[in-house]
Nanobody, 131 residues
């Protein structure tokens, strides 16, 4: 059974940085989709970034975070990270990590899978950015 536990959220001023972590257990095999999504009250969950760990590893970022956020994964510890720099008040949300696989694909494919709520999801960690 896959379990995901997010951590690293908190409150920060605009322009600051945070690093989110997602510790995964129950993962077997290689070539997985990993992703970060976020949600604010009353809105749909939206994608932030995705990562594919297959033979042809790749990453994908939503335009709203491109150049500011970096997704990465520690394959030894099965931990997913999201380094968030130059944070803006509009980045305020509950952040969720997700994983699916093993499967063949790409980071873009992973992103679309998570948009359709596929895979396993964590409980979320809150990020609040004040102006």
């Amino acid at each position: 059974q896959v379990q995901l536990v997010e951590s690293g959220g908190g409150s920060v001023q605009a322009g600051g940085s945070l690093r989110l972590s997602c510790a995964a257990s129950g993962i077997s095999g290689t070539s997985h989709c990993w992703g970060w999504f976020r949600q604010t009250p009353g809105k749909e969950r939206e994608g932030v970034a995705s990562l594919y760990t297959g033979v042809t590893a790749s990453t994908y970022y939503d335009d709203s975070v491109k150049g500011r956020f970096t997704i990465s994964q520690d394959g030894v510890n099965n931990t997913l990270y999201l380094q968030m720099n130059s944070l803006k008040p509009e980045d305020t949300a509950m952040y969720y990590c997700a994983v699916e696989g093993p499967l063949a694909g790409s980071a873009t494919y992973c992103y679309t899978r998570f948009q359709r709520h596929k895979g396993d999801w964590g409980q979320g960690t809150q990020v609040t950015v004040s102006s």
